[in-house]
């Protein structure tokens, strides 16, 4: 294993995806909609990458609301926005329900033997065009409550959690798939507000996932490849021991550092301890073909190996699952 995420092709391994599947440097693959048709052409992909390389962690954006992907088969789950939205002010009647939803997405996915999904967002929904609904909350008290409840919900099926995005993507308007956003705030103004629910949940954070967002007034580089914000602030400060994870080196926030390879050792020598370059096939590829493995897999990669869980069919079976698919419903069918 090593310190490279990538993706695969479709639905059935290609001589592309085993290439990239004999890569010593591959340390896990992301699943996208486009890797999902229905749950047993899923449990079947997953058995022949398993097949091959059983150690990889397999990892997917299941969030809720538009950032969910997997649906046919899968509960539909809610944005983020709406359990607080619903809560009618009442912080323990939310905490219930995102520590639900929480369970209810992570033990579904563990069903199919996928370790993790790259949750929950802990930014707070400001003015970013790309957040939105995918926050708990505008506020970092209404943050942090319902994303450590999510968390412990998602730690009771056996997941890790990946909180996303460091110092926080929800003050700047731009997207960072597309543009490269700039947060012109102070350090003070940041530890004020969008980092408090990196700080207070940090030792539940199994691992983070930084902003391919620039903050002047700390660093010159986006906050995923600077060294600043991973080793001084987020290591050294804030004594976080868990691991990081780039965001995907194949966005436009990523992209002032050069090529795929210069992305890559741009986000490792920053303090990302796994990179990831989706959507990219023989870009991945070449990097994955050149890039070192570890020697040993550190222990914060192993803590993301999701636990043993049931199968479908004696979750669905179980009264906390029905119970979690009507509150799922029920949330998402607010207007």
Not at 49 to 62: S, W
Not at 217 to 238: F, N, T
Request: contains cysteine; hydrophobic residues 45%; negative net charge.
């Amino acid at each position: 294993m090593g310190p490279l995420m990538a993706d695969l092709t479709g639905t059935v391994l290609t001589d592309l995806d085993k290439a990239l599947l004999d890569c010593d440097s591959l340390g896990g693959l992301i699943l996208f909609t486009r890797n999902f048709s229905d749950p047993e052409q899923l449990s079947q992909l997953i058995s022949a990458v398993r097949a091959r390389r059983p150690e990889l962690l397999l990892a997917v954006d299941h969030e809720g609301g538009r950032v969910q992907r997997f649906r046919e088969g899968f509960t539909v789950l809610p944005a983020a926005s709406q359990v607080w939205a619903n809560a009618d002010g009442q912080q323990d009647q939310a905490q219930s329900w995102a520590r639900e939803l929480g369970w209810l997405m992570a033990s579904e996915l563990r069903a199919f033997d996928i370790d993790f999904s790259f949750a929950p967002v802990l930014d707070l929904n400001g003015i970013s065009q790309v957040i939105g609904e995918r926050a708990f909350g505008s506020t970092p008290e209404v943050v942090t409550a319902l994303a450590g409840a999510y968390i412990d919900g998602m730690h009771d099926a056996g997941m890790a959690c990946v909180g996303k995005h460091f110092p926080g993507h929800g003050s700047v308007e731009a997207d960072s798939h597309l543009a490269a956003p700039v947060d012109h705030r102070s350090l003070a103004e940041i530890e004020a507000q969008d980092m408090v629910p990196f700080v207070a949940l940090g030792a539940k954070l199994d691992a983070i996932m930084p902003a391919h967002v620039t903050y002047p007034a700390v660093c010159d580089k986006p906050a995923g490849y600077s060294a600043i914000w991973l080793k001084q602030i987020l290591r050294e400060k804030l004594s976080y021991q868990g691991l990081i994870f780039s965001d995907d080196l194949g966005m436009a926030g990523a992209a002032g550092a050069g090529n795929y390879l210069k992305r890559t050792h741009a986000a490792l020598t920053a303090g990302c301890d796994v990179a990831l370059i989706c959507n990219q096939g023989e870009a991945a590829l070449a990097v994955a073909r050149v890039l070192a493995p570890w020697q040993q897999v550190p222990q914060r990669v192993r803590a993301m190996v999701g636990q043993p869980a049931p199968g479908w069919s004696e979750l669905t079976d179980s009264a906390r699952w029905q119970s979690a698919v009507a509150l799922a419903g029920g949330l998402r069918d607010v207007n």
